[in-house]
Protein backbone atom coordinates (compact mmCIF):
# COMPACT_ATOMS: atom_id res chain seq x y z
CA UNK A 1 0.00 0.00 0.00
CA UNK A 2 1.45 3.60 -0.84
CA UNK A 3 1.65 6.08 1.76
CA UNK A 4 0.28 9.68 1.79
CA UNK A 5 3.43 11.30 0.36
CA UNK A 6 3.85 8.51 -2.30
CA UNK A 7 0.23 9.43 -3.38
CA UNK A 8 1.30 13.11 -3.39
CA UNK A 9 3.87 12.26 -5.51
CA UNK A 10 2.72 10.46 -7.52
CA UNK A 11 -0.39 12.83 -8.15
CA UNK A 12 2.03 16.07 -7.63
CA UNK A 13 -0.21 17.50 -4.72
CA UNK A 14 1.50 20.42 -3.13
CA UNK A 15 -0.53 20.40 0.08
CA UNK A 16 -3.13 18.15 2.08
CA UNK A 17 -4.38 19.76 5.07
CA UNK A 18 -6.23 17.56 8.22
CA UNK A 19 -8.76 19.26 10.04
CA UNK A 20 -10.28 17.86 13.20
CA UNK A 21 -12.85 19.41 15.96
CA UNK A 22 -13.93 16.97 18.22
CA UNK A 23 -16.74 19.62 19.59
CA UNK A 24 -19.04 19.63 16.03
CA UNK A 25 -17.47 16.20 14.66
CA UNK A 26 -15.80 17.44 12.25
CA UNK A 27 -12.92 15.45 10.37
CA UNK A 28 -11.92 17.34 6.84
CA UNK A 29 -9.15 17.02 4.49
CA UNK A 30 -8.19 19.90 2.19
CA UNK A 31 -5.80 18.54 -0.96
CA UNK A 32 -4.18 21.67 -2.74
CA UNK A 33 -3.02 20.27 -5.61
CA UNK A 34 -1.51 23.20 -8.03
CA UNK A 35 -1.04 26.25 -7.66
CA UNK A 36 0.77 27.84 -10.57
CA UNK A 37 -2.62 29.44 -11.93
CA UNK A 38 -3.93 31.39 -8.55
CA UNK A 39 -5.12 30.19 -5.38
CA UNK A 40 -6.84 26.59 -5.38
CA UNK A 41 -10.79 26.77 -5.69
CA UNK A 42 -12.58 23.16 -5.57
CA UNK A 43 -15.86 22.39 -3.63
CA UNK A 44 -16.32 20.46 -0.41
CA UNK A 45 -17.71 17.25 -0.38
CA UNK A 46 -19.40 15.46 2.44
CA UNK A 47 -19.42 11.69 2.37
CA UNK A 48 -19.25 8.56 4.90
CA UNK A 49 -16.38 7.17 3.79
CA UNK A 50 -15.01 3.58 4.03
CA UNK A 51 -11.75 4.35 5.47
CA UNK A 52 -9.69 7.52 5.72
CA UNK A 53 -7.85 5.98 2.99
CA UNK A 54 -10.71 6.27 0.41
CA UNK A 55 -11.40 10.02 1.86
CA UNK A 56 -7.87 10.85 1.56
CA UNK A 57 -7.72 9.05 -2.57
CA UNK A 58 -10.63 10.47 -2.88
CA UNK A 59 -9.82 14.50 -2.11
CA UNK A 60 -6.34 13.97 -4.34
CA UNK A 61 -8.29 12.72 -6.88
CA UNK A 62 -10.83 15.39 -6.77
CA UNK A 63 -8.11 18.02 -6.08
CA UNK A 64 -5.91 17.19 -9.33
CA UNK A 65 -9.24 17.09 -11.62
CA UNK A 66 -10.17 20.81 -10.29
CA UNK A 67 -6.18 21.70 -11.37
CA UNK A 68 -6.78 20.53 -14.73
CA UNK A 69 -10.81 21.73 -14.88
CA UNK A 70 -9.69 25.44 -14.01
CA UNK A 71 -6.68 25.17 -16.43
CA UNK A 72 -8.90 24.41 -19.70
CA UNK A 73 -11.88 26.44 -19.02
CA UNK A 74 -9.02 29.60 -19.10
CA UNK A 75 -9.87 30.14 -15.34
CA UNK A 76 -7.24 31.96 -13.55
CA UNK A 77 -6.96 29.29 -10.02
CA UNK A 78 -5.44 26.44 -9.10
CA UNK A 79 -6.64 23.17 -8.16
CA UNK A 80 -7.96 21.79 -4.83
CA UNK A 81 -10.55 19.71 -3.28
CA UNK A 82 -12.13 18.85 0.21
CA UNK A 83 -13.90 16.07 1.81
CA UNK A 84 -15.10 15.77 4.82
CA UNK A 85 -15.58 12.39 6.50
CA UNK A 86 -19.67 12.29 8.09
CA UNK A 87 -22.77 11.38 7.08
CA UNK A 88 -24.49 14.09 5.63
CA UNK A 89 -27.11 14.29 8.48
CA UNK A 90 -24.17 15.17 10.95
CA UNK A 91 -23.92 18.61 9.25
CA UNK A 92 -24.72 21.41 11.40
CA UNK A 93 -23.52 25.25 11.69
CA UNK A 94 -20.79 24.37 14.58
CA UNK A 95 -19.31 21.63 11.94
CA UNK A 96 -19.42 24.44 8.99
CA UNK A 97 -18.42 27.65 11.22
CA UNK A 98 -15.58 25.40 12.69
CA UNK A 99 -14.45 24.17 9.01
CA UNK A 100 -14.66 28.11 8.19
CA UNK A 101 -12.33 28.82 10.44
CA UNK A 102 -9.92 26.20 8.88
CA UNK A 103 -10.30 27.29 5.93
CA UNK A 104 -9.58 30.63 6.77
CA UNK A 105 -6.39 29.28 8.69
CA UNK A 106 -5.00 29.27 4.95
CA UNK A 107 -5.20 32.53 4.48
CA UNK A 108 -6.90 32.09 0.70
CA UNK A 109 -4.55 29.69 -0.70
CA UNK A 110 -7.96 27.29 -0.74
CA UNK A 111 -11.40 28.68 -1.80
CA UNK A 112 -14.20 26.50 -1.05
CA UNK A 113 -17.96 25.70 -3.02
CA UNK A 114 -20.39 23.36 -2.53
CA UNK A 115 -20.02 19.60 -4.01
CA UNK A 116 -22.05 16.54 -3.07
CA UNK A 117 -24.07 16.95 -0.18
CA UNK A 118 -23.41 20.46 0.28
CA UNK A 119 -25.45 23.39 -0.54
CA UNK A 120 -25.72 27.15 -0.38
CA UNK A 121 -26.81 27.16 3.44
CA UNK A 122 -23.81 25.46 3.91
CA UNK A 123 -21.49 28.06 2.13
CA UNK A 124 -23.48 31.08 4.31
CA UNK A 125 -22.54 29.15 7.63
CA UNK A 126 -18.65 29.10 6.41
CA UNK A 127 -18.83 32.73 5.08
CA UNK A 128 -19.87 33.91 8.50
CA UNK A 129 -15.68 32.53 9.54
CA UNK A 130 -13.94 32.91 6.34
CA UNK A 131 -13.78 35.14 3.16
CA UNK A 132 -12.44 32.40 1.27
CA UNK A 133 -16.33 30.47 0.01
CA UNK A 134 -17.95 31.06 -2.82
CA UNK A 135 -21.43 29.57 -4.06
CA UNK A 136 -23.33 31.43 -1.14
CA UNK A 137 -26.78 32.37 -1.75
CA UNK A 138 -27.71 35.64 -3.79
CA UNK A 139 -29.49 37.38 -0.95
CA UNK A 140 -26.11 37.04 0.83
CA UNK A 141 -24.82 38.41 -1.89
CA UNK A 142 -23.06 35.20 -3.42
CA UNK A 143 -23.91 33.89 -7.26
CA UNK A 144 -26.24 30.69 -5.30
CA UNK A 145 -26.29 26.89 -6.67
CA UNK A 146 -23.44 26.23 -9.47
CA UNK A 147 -25.89 23.16 -9.99
CA UNK A 148 -27.40 24.71 -13.36
CA UNK A 149 -24.42 25.84 -14.84
CA UNK A 150 -22.71 22.77 -14.64
CA UNK A 151 -25.85 21.17 -16.21
CA UNK A 152 -25.97 23.89 -18.82
CA UNK A 153 -21.80 23.04 -19.39
CA UNK A 154 -22.57 19.60 -19.60
CA UNK A 155 -25.50 19.85 -21.68
CA UNK A 156 -23.06 22.39 -24.28
CA UNK A 157 -20.67 19.26 -24.28
CA UNK A 158 -23.14 16.42 -24.87
CA UNK A 159 -24.05 18.52 -28.17
CA UNK A 160 -21.10 18.73 -29.29
CA UNK A 161 -20.06 14.87 -28.80
CA UNK A 162 -23.47 14.33 -30.32
CA UNK A 163 -22.25 16.10 -33.49
CA UNK A 164 -18.80 14.59 -33.76
CA UNK A 165 -20.76 11.33 -33.05
CA UNK A 166 -23.31 11.57 -35.27
CA UNK A 167 -22.58 14.93 -37.21
CA UNK A 168 -25.72 16.74 -36.04
CA UNK A 169 -26.13 18.29 -32.36
CA UNK A 170 -29.60 17.63 -31.87
CA UNK A 171 -30.52 14.97 -29.31
CA UNK A 172 -34.02 14.76 -30.66
CA UNK A 173 -34.97 11.26 -29.80
CA UNK A 174 -31.64 10.11 -28.60
CA UNK A 175 -31.36 8.12 -25.44
CA UNK A 176 -29.85 9.26 -22.89
CA UNK A 177 -29.67 7.97 -19.39
CA UNK A 178 -28.79 10.27 -16.48
CA UNK A 179 -27.50 8.75 -13.65
CA UNK A 180 -28.01 10.50 -10.35
CA UNK A 181 -30.93 12.41 -10.28
CA UNK A 182 -29.21 15.09 -7.79
CA UNK A 183 -28.72 18.84 -7.88
CA UNK A 184 -27.10 18.24 -11.52
CA UNK A 185 -28.75 16.09 -13.04
CA UNK A 186 -32.30 17.27 -12.27
CA UNK A 187 -31.23 20.43 -14.38
CA UNK A 188 -29.91 18.50 -16.85
CA UNK A 189 -32.77 16.65 -17.16
CA UNK A 190 -34.69 19.75 -17.67
CA UNK A 191 -32.32 20.69 -20.65
CA UNK A 192 -33.00 17.32 -22.46
CA UNK A 193 -36.48 17.17 -21.93
CA UNK A 194 -36.86 20.56 -23.81
CA UNK A 195 -34.37 19.50 -26.57
CA UNK A 196 -37.34 16.32 -27.27
CA UNK A 197 -34.56 13.63 -25.90
CA UNK A 198 -35.52 10.32 -24.46
CA UNK A 199 -34.16 10.43 -21.41
CA UNK A 200 -33.58 7.30 -18.82
CA UNK A 201 -33.24 8.05 -15.22
CA UNK A 202 -31.53 5.95 -11.90
CA UNK A 203 -30.69 7.56 -8.46
CA UNK A 204 -30.12 5.19 -5.43
CA UNK A 205 -32.36 7.71 -3.73
CA UNK A 206 -36.22 7.77 -4.25
CA UNK A 207 -36.91 10.76 -3.16
CA UNK A 208 -34.89 12.37 -5.67
CA UNK A 209 -36.57 9.90 -8.19
CA UNK A 210 -40.12 11.25 -7.24
CA UNK A 211 -39.17 14.83 -7.73
CA UNK A 212 -37.79 13.56 -11.61
CA UNK A 213 -41.09 12.03 -11.99
CA UNK A 214 -43.55 14.50 -10.26
CA UNK A 215 -41.75 17.52 -12.72
CA UNK A 216 -41.32 15.40 -15.75
CA UNK A 217 -43.79 12.72 -17.37
CA UNK A 218 -41.73 11.69 -20.04
CA UNK A 219 -38.76 10.23 -18.13
CA UNK A 220 -38.67 6.15 -17.38
CA UNK A 221 -37.19 4.97 -14.43
CA UNK A 222 -34.42 2.80 -14.35
CA UNK A 223 -33.19 0.00 -11.95
CA UNK A 224 -29.76 1.73 -11.03
CA UNK A 225 -28.28 -1.90 -10.87
CA UNK A 226 -28.95 -2.75 -14.55
CA UNK A 227 -28.18 0.32 -16.15
CA UNK A 228 -25.15 -1.05 -18.26
CA UNK A 229 -27.13 -3.66 -20.23
CA UNK A 230 -29.93 -1.05 -21.32
CA UNK A 231 -30.14 -0.09 -24.71
CA UNK A 232 -29.13 4.04 -25.07
CA UNK A 233 -27.18 6.45 -26.93
CA UNK A 234 -25.32 8.54 -24.72
CA UNK A 235 -24.62 7.47 -21.28
CA UNK A 236 -24.75 10.90 -18.50
CA UNK A 237 -22.53 9.68 -15.16
CA UNK A 238 -24.11 12.56 -13.20
CA UNK A 239 -23.95 11.01 -9.40
CA UNK A 240 -20.25 9.94 -8.18
CA UNK A 241 -16.73 8.80 -9.98
CA UNK A 242 -15.46 5.65 -11.50
CA UNK A 243 -18.21 4.11 -12.98
CA UNK A 244 -16.31 3.79 -16.06
CA UNK A 245 -14.36 0.42 -15.10
CA UNK A 246 -13.51 -2.56 -16.20
CA UNK A 247 -17.00 -4.12 -16.35
CA UNK A 248 -19.17 -1.28 -16.89
CA UNK A 249 -17.45 -0.08 -20.09
CA UNK A 250 -17.55 -4.05 -21.49
CA UNK A 251 -20.91 -3.69 -21.25
CA UNK A 252 -21.87 -0.59 -22.12
CA UNK A 253 -23.66 -0.47 -25.96
CA UNK A 254 -23.92 3.46 -26.30
CA UNK A 255 -22.17 5.80 -28.77
CA UNK A 256 -21.05 8.71 -26.45
CA UNK A 257 -20.27 9.26 -22.58
CA UNK A 258 -21.07 12.50 -21.24
CA UNK A 259 -21.82 13.36 -17.67
CA UNK A 260 -21.30 15.77 -14.84
CA UNK A 261 -19.46 13.14 -12.43
CA UNK A 262 -15.87 14.14 -11.44
CA UNK A 263 -13.24 11.42 -11.97
CA UNK A 264 -15.71 9.34 -13.98
CA UNK A 265 -12.78 6.90 -15.50
CA UNK A 266 -11.38 4.34 -13.01
CA UNK A 267 -8.32 4.33 -14.14
CA UNK A 268 -7.90 7.06 -17.16
CA UNK A 269 -4.72 5.42 -18.70
CA UNK A 270 -6.78 1.93 -18.85
CA UNK A 271 -10.27 3.04 -19.40
CA UNK A 272 -9.86 6.08 -21.62
CA UNK A 273 -7.84 3.73 -24.25
CA UNK A 274 -10.80 1.14 -23.42
CA UNK A 275 -13.33 3.71 -24.73
CA UNK A 276 -11.97 4.35 -27.61
CA UNK A 277 -11.74 0.94 -28.25
CA UNK A 278 -15.22 0.08 -28.09
CA UNK A 279 -15.62 3.16 -30.18
CA UNK A 280 -17.73 4.97 -27.27
CA UNK A 281 -16.70 9.23 -27.54
CA UNK A 282 -15.50 10.09 -24.22
CA UNK A 283 -16.35 13.78 -23.27
CA UNK A 284 -13.84 14.97 -20.41
CA UNK A 285 -15.41 15.04 -17.09
CA UNK A 286 -13.58 17.72 -16.03
CA UNK A 287 -13.98 19.97 -19.74
CA UNK A 288 -17.32 19.76 -20.14
CA UNK A 289 -18.71 19.60 -15.96
CA UNK A 290 -16.81 23.22 -15.47
CA UNK A 291 -19.82 25.48 -15.65
CA UNK A 292 -20.04 25.21 -11.56
CA UNK A 293 -16.94 26.40 -11.30
CA UNK A 294 -17.16 28.59 -14.10
CA UNK A 295 -20.12 30.31 -12.30
CA UNK A 296 -18.31 30.47 -8.35
CA UNK A 297 -14.99 31.87 -9.16
CA UNK A 298 -17.19 34.93 -11.41
CA UNK A 299 -18.01 35.56 -7.23
CA UNK A 300 -14.21 36.67 -7.25
CA UNK A 301 -13.88 39.47 -9.77
CA UNK A 302 -17.79 40.73 -9.51
CA UNK A 303 -20.55 38.73 -10.57
CA UNK A 304 -21.97 38.97 -14.17
CA UNK A 305 -24.67 36.38 -14.95
CA UNK A 306 -24.79 37.23 -18.84
CA UNK A 307 -20.52 36.98 -18.52
CA UNK A 308 -20.93 33.41 -17.01
CA UNK A 309 -23.66 32.08 -19.33
CA UNK A 310 -21.62 33.01 -22.19
CA UNK A 311 -18.05 31.60 -20.70
CA UNK A 312 -20.12 28.51 -20.32
CA UNK A 313 -20.98 28.27 -23.73
CA UNK A 314 -17.65 28.13 -24.49
CA UNK A 315 -17.63 24.22 -23.36
CA UNK A 316 -19.18 23.30 -26.91
CA UNK A 317 -16.04 24.35 -28.91
CA UNK A 318 -13.80 23.81 -26.67
CA UNK A 319 -15.35 19.79 -26.29
CA UNK A 320 -15.24 19.99 -30.61
CA UNK A 321 -11.37 21.37 -30.13
CA UNK A 322 -10.51 18.12 -27.84
CA UNK A 323 -11.76 15.74 -30.44
CA UNK A 324 -10.11 16.98 -33.17
CA UNK A 325 -6.96 16.96 -30.87
CA UNK A 326 -7.60 13.05 -30.14
CA UNK A 327 -8.13 12.20 -33.63
CA UNK A 328 -4.91 13.98 -34.90
CA UNK A 329 -2.71 13.04 -32.23
CA UNK A 330 -4.20 9.43 -32.26
CA UNK A 331 -4.62 9.94 -28.61
CA UNK A 332 -7.62 9.08 -26.13
CA UNK A 333 -10.02 12.21 -25.65
CA UNK A 334 -8.94 12.36 -21.58
CA UNK A 335 -5.30 12.51 -22.29
CA UNK A 336 -6.49 15.13 -24.95
CA UNK A 337 -7.64 17.29 -22.76
CA UNK A 338 -5.25 16.38 -19.86
CA UNK A 339 -2.52 17.97 -22.63
CA UNK A 340 -4.06 21.29 -22.98
CA UNK A 341 -4.20 21.84 -19.41
CA UNK A 342 -1.12 20.96 -18.76
CA UNK A 343 0.22 22.90 -21.52
CA UNK A 344 -1.59 25.96 -20.12
CA UNK A 345 -0.15 25.36 -16.74
CA UNK A 346 3.82 25.05 -17.52
CA UNK A 347 3.03 27.81 -19.84
CA UNK A 348 1.99 30.43 -17.33
CA UNK A 349 4.53 28.70 -14.66
CA UNK A 350 7.05 29.69 -17.45
CA UNK A 351 5.55 33.54 -17.98
CA UNK A 352 5.95 33.79 -13.79
CA UNK A 353 9.26 32.31 -13.11
CA UNK A 354 10.21 35.77 -15.75
CA UNK A 355 8.07 38.31 -13.47
P1 LIG B 1 -25.91 15.54 -5.58
O1 LIG B 1 -25.42 14.98 -4.31
O2 LIG B 1 -26.93 16.62 -5.56
O3 LIG B 1 -26.48 14.38 -6.51
C1 LIG B 1 -25.88 13.14 -6.66
C2 LIG B 1 -27.03 12.15 -6.83
O4 LIG B 1 -26.47 10.88 -7.18
C3 LIG B 1 -27.86 11.95 -5.58
O5 LIG B 1 -29.23 12.08 -5.89
C4 LIG B 1 -27.51 10.54 -5.13
O6 LIG B 1 -28.59 9.88 -4.48
C5 LIG B 1 -27.20 9.89 -6.46
N1 LIG B 1 -26.35 8.71 -6.38
C6 LIG B 1 -25.30 8.46 -5.55
N2 LIG B 1 -24.77 7.25 -5.82
C7 LIG B 1 -25.51 6.75 -6.85
C8 LIG B 1 -25.46 5.56 -7.60
N3 LIG B 1 -24.55 4.61 -7.34
N4 LIG B 1 -26.35 5.38 -8.59
C9 LIG B 1 -27.28 6.32 -8.87
N5 LIG B 1 -27.38 7.47 -8.20
C10 LIG B 1 -26.51 7.67 -7.21
O7 LIG B 1 -24.60 16.01 -6.39
P2 LIG B 1 -24.53 17.00 -7.63
O8 LIG B 1 -24.17 18.34 -7.12
O9 LIG B 1 -25.71 16.81 -8.50
O10 LIG B 1 -23.22 16.43 -8.37
C11 LIG B 1 -23.28 15.23 -9.14
C12 LIG B 1 -21.90 14.91 -9.65
O11 LIG B 1 -21.43 15.99 -10.45
C13 LIG B 1 -20.84 14.72 -8.56
O12 LIG B 1 -19.89 13.76 -8.97
C14 LIG B 1 -20.17 16.08 -8.47
O13 LIG B 1 -18.86 16.00 -7.97
C15 LIG B 1 -20.19 16.48 -9.91
N6 LIG B 1 -20.15 17.92 -10.11
C16 LIG B 1 -21.10 18.72 -9.56
C17 LIG B 1 -21.04 20.08 -9.76
C18 LIG B 1 -22.10 21.00 -9.22
O14 LIG B 1 -22.17 22.17 -9.64
N7 LIG B 1 -22.97 20.54 -8.31
C19 LIG B 1 -20.00 20.63 -10.51
C20 LIG B 1 -19.06 19.78 -11.10
C21 LIG B 1 -19.14 18.42 -10.88
Known amino acids: MQTIFEHMQQMEHEQIVFCHDPHSGLNAIIAIHNTTLGPALGGTRVWNYNSHEDAIIDALRLSRGMTYKNAISGLNIGGGKAVIIADPSMKSEALWRRYGKFVNSLNGKYITAEDVNTNTSDMEYISLETKFVTGVPEYAGGSGDPSPFTAYGVFMGMKASAKKA ?190
Open 166 to 355: YGNDSLVGKKVMVQGAGHVGQYLIGHLVNEGAKVMVSDIDNAKIRQVVDKYRNVEVVDNKGIFELDMDIYAPCALGATLNDDSISKLKCAIVAGAANNQLADENVHGPMLVERNILYAPDFLINAGGVINVSAELEGYNEGKVKSAVEKIYDRTLDIFALSAKENIHTQAAAMKIAQKRISDIAQVKSRM
